[in-house]
């Protein structure tokens, strides 16, 4: 086993787009300046969304030793079980995921389902973002949470 990936932390950034532009959207670019604040040179990190992986990928300002895209990530249930597959390959032991403050709780059950076992720690962190139209539009996700799970394999 590689012993410079024991222990070794994954960062994941979920992107936001209202599909509305080819531009990254302020609530994804907030997340991503959070992400780029926390990330170390020792930890991987992953910009996962479609279209936005490649869009932060472009505006990433942090560390460059390990990032990664995943752009074909549609829901945050995709991304879950795309980052699953990767923490396990990379040996993670943590996973902490970079979303805005409103969707933490519903990233938070598909990220611990998806690792469920793999004894990875999950961690969420809010980014500061918000307005009632999102509020509305994440209170409305819950209800298609069980769909999605099926539909990714969480």
């Known amino acids: 086993m590689d012993e410079a990936r ?26 991503l300046a959070v992400a780029a604040e926390l990330a170390s040179e020792d930890d991987t990190v992953l910009l996962s ?18 990032v990664l895209c995943d752009g074909e990530a549609r829901v945050t ?4 079980a795309h980052v699953a597959r990767l923490a396990r390959e990379l040996e993670a032991s943590e996973v902490v995921i970079v979303t805005s403050w409103w969707h933490c709780r519903r990233a938070a059950v598909f990220f611990r ?3 469920r076992g ?3 720690a999950v961690r969420t962190i809010g980014a500061p973002s918000w307005s009632g ?6 209170a409305g996700a819950w209800a298609v ?9 969480v």
């Open 145 to 153: 949470l069980p769909l999605q799970m099926r539909r990714a394999r």
């Open 77 to 80: 249930a995709e991304s879950a």
């Open 118 to 120: 793999s004894g990875i």
């Open 113 to 115: 389902r998806a690792l």
């Open 133 to 138: 139209r999102l509020l509305l539009r994440e």
């Open 49 to 66: 969304g479609r279209p936005e992986a490649s869009l932060m990928r472009g505006a990433w300002t942090g560390p460059e030793a390990r």
């Open 6 to 31: 024991l222990g070794m932390r994954l960062v994941v950034v979920l992107g936001y787009s209202a599909w509305r532009g080819a531009a990254l959207h302020p609530v994804c670019a907030a997340r």
